[in-house]
């Protein structure tokens, strides 16, 4: 059966997670908190989210209502870009083959056959490169935040997926031939040239869908040591399994089916042990601010994709995962926190993507402990307007939480000119 509903796609790759060119990975594990203020972190994050953000976080200073025990159950976040509704160009182009087809079989005058060439003609040149992307992130952990030895448990998935069309030459000018054709006579000509004995378009133009999943699970160990100056230096690590998985899927537009997304021969996988290392720097005359570091995956690791189709020209894309350093620097008082946050490293384009590199700010007000707002931006630093990808420019967040007799409900959304995204994060802290 063919392809009716191209997001279907997303639960097909989410659920297979259970996730030559070279590519880097989806961006890391985002928590709620962290999602609403930006996507910062690494100078800021409680004990819970420390795993996914910075582990020397566990040793840090914390407020009375957290130091004791955290927990994530689940933290859930998801982003979307599709300024040119690609799920839905698919959709309506396959109806549109659907009919043309009809038409042949039944016998339908030419002059009718023409309309639909070419309704589906102008489709096609609509569909042209147009991308969509979706990215998906789910975790869980827990925490025994502690100055003298803190330990913590995790596991969390990222997922992106990318999807774009691509209009042949030789489709274009079929569809022009029937479109353009001088009489009946010679409209019905073109039309048989163009289809099987079954009344079958002979079309080239595809879909082509990338996807790479992360998934991993580990541990989280950190440690404070007081300095001589009044100072506090944490550190942490986080040891773990990571599991790599690719999707990559390449079909024509009329023969898109949703049966062969999962299919052995279009996904690859691999699994190894890496290593996260985090520091934090606490100062001030009240400890009032943090300085942190995160250096995520440090042991390189590489996976390369399927390539089924190489007659629909399927190369062979390397997806690497490539160790990143983060560096941070936050505020904190009685009712606020404020923060900014560089990645040093940049990440580069998965699929039909942009590069990124964010430099990101991020600020919560937080009232008596059970209530906190939250704002963010970030501006992406590598964003490459010649880059085939959707860019990724400028992205603003907001977000709120409750935290009621230890219960705790995280709420955030994300908006650029590209993305729109939500998060969702259950937990409890004491």
């Not at 489709?171 to 289809?195: E, P, Y």
């Not at 959304?413 to 802290?429: I, K, M, P, R």
Request: glycine share 8%.
């Amino acid at each position: 059966m063919k392809h009716r509903n191209t997001t279907r796609l997303c639960l097909a790759i989410s659920t297979a997670l259970a996730a030559n060119a070279a590519f880097a990975g989806p961006q890391t594990f985002s928590s709620a908190r962290s999602f609403a203020m930006g996507g910062t972190g690494v100078a800021v994050a409680h004990p819970a989210e420390a795993a996914a953000d910075n582990p020397a976080m566990m040793a840090s200073n914390q407020n009375d209502w957290s130091d004791d025990f955290g927990l994530i159950l689940p933290s859930i976040n998801a982003r979307v870009a599709d300024e040119e509704k690609v799920v839905d160009q698919v959709d309506d182009i396959q109806t549109v083959i659907d009919q043309f087809e009809q038409q042949i079989r039944s016998g339908t005058a030419p002059e009718t056959v023409q309309k639909t060439a070419a309704d589906l003609r102008d489709r096609l040149v609509s569909f042209d490169q147009d991308k969509m992307r979706a990215n998906l992130g789910l975790g869980l952990a827990l925490s025994a935040p502690s100055q003298s030895f803190a330990v913590g448990a995790f596991t969390n998935g990222t997922l992106v997926m990318t999807v774009e069309g691509e209009v042949s030459t030789d489709d274009r000018t079929l569809l022009d031939n029937i479109v353009n054709a001088s009489d009946a006579t010679d409209a019905q000509n073109k039309i048989d040239a163009a289809t099987d004995s079954n009344g079958n378009l002979n079309l080239t133009s595809k879909g082509k869908v990338l996807a790479a999943a992360v998934a991993e699970v580990g541990l989280s160990f950190a440690r404070q040591f007081e300095l001589q100056n009044g100072a506090n230096l944490q550190v942490g690590v986080s040891p773990k399994y990571v599991q790599l998985k690719t999707f990559q899927y390449t079909e024509t537009v009329s023969g898109f089916d949703d049966n062969n997304f999962d299919s052995d021969n279009n996904t690859t996988d691999k699994s190894g042990f890496n290593l996260d290392l985090g520091t934090a720097y606490t100062f001030g005359e009240r400890q009032q601010w943090n300085l942190g570091v995160v250096a995520k995956n440090l042991i390189p690791m590489e996976l390369d994709s399927a390539a089924s189709r190489p007659d629909l020209d399927e190369k062979v894309r390397t997806l690497e995962l490539n160790p990143t350093v983060t560096a941070g620097i936050a505020h904190t008082g009685d009712f606020h926190v404020l923060t900014a946050e560089l990645d040093l490293t940049k990440n580069k384009a998965f699929g039909f993507e942009d590069d990124t590199q964010w430099l990101a700010l991020g600020a919560e007000l937080d009232a008596w402990r059970y209530a906190q707002l939250r704002f963010g931006v970030r501006q992406n630093l590598a964003s490459n307007d010649n880059n085939d990808g959707i860019e990724e420019k400028t992205q603003y967040t907001a977000g709120f939480g409750l935290n009621l007799m230890g219960l705790r409900l995280d709420l955030a959304g994300l908006y650029s000119n590209a993305d729109v995204g939500a998060a969702l994060e259950l937990g409890t802290s004491f």
